[in-house]
C-alpha cells in the first residue's frame, strides 16, 4: 500500500520541542521532494518546510519557522523528519506531509502551496499549550 504516515506529534508547552516523522510506505522517499504543512482550525494549510529529493539537496523554510524547525531525510529508514525546536501557541495546528509523485518544473516555486501537492499524509496533531 503506497502511503504516507506522520507521527510524532502531542502536546507540548511553549519553548518545548517535538521531532515529527513522515513515514513512507510503498514507494522510495528518496526520489521525492517532501513538503511538511500545517492547518490550524479555520485557516488554510500553509507550508513550513520542503526538502528535495536526496540528490539535489535543497531545502526550503517558511519564514515563521526558520531558526526554530529542521526538516531532514534518513532515507535508510525512508523517512522525513520536522524536528521542531521553541514551540510557541501559534504553532498549533495539524502537521501533514507531502509529495508530488509527478511534479513540474514550476514546483519550487510553489512549494509552500498546498495544491503543489498531489499525494498527503493524514496528520499529526501538534497542540502548544501551558
Known amino acids: 500500500q503506497v502511503q504516507l504516515v506522520e507521527s510524532g506529534g502531542g502536546l507540548v508547552q511553549p519553548g518545548g520541542s517535538l521531532r515529527l516523522s513522515c513515514v513512507a510506505s510503498g514507494f522510495r522517499l528518496d526520489y521525492y521532494a517532501i513538503g511538511w504543512f500545517r492547518q490550524a482550525p479555520g485557516q488554510e494549510r500553509e507550508g513550513v518546510a520542503c526538502t528535495s529529493s536526496s540528490i539535489r539537496e535543497i531545502i526550503y523554510y517558511a519564514d515563521s519557522v526558520k531558526g526554530r524547525f529542521t526538516i531532514s531525510r534518513d532515507d535508510e529508514k525512508n523517512t522525513v523528519y520536522l524536528q521542531t525546536n521553541n514551540l510557541q501557541r501559534d504553532d498549533t495546528a495539524v502537521y501533514y506531509c507531502?509529495?508530488?509523485?509527478?511534479?513540474?518544473?514550476?514546483?519550487?516555486?510553489?512549494?509552500?502551496?498546498?495544491?503543489?501537492?498531489?499525494?498527503w499524509g493524514q496528520g499529526t496533531q501538534v497542540t502548544v499549550s501551558s
Open positions: 507531502a509529495t508530488n509523485y509527478s511534479p513540474t518544473t514550476s514546483f519550487w516555486h510553489g512549494w509552500n502551496v498546498a495544491k503543489t501537492y498531489n499525494f
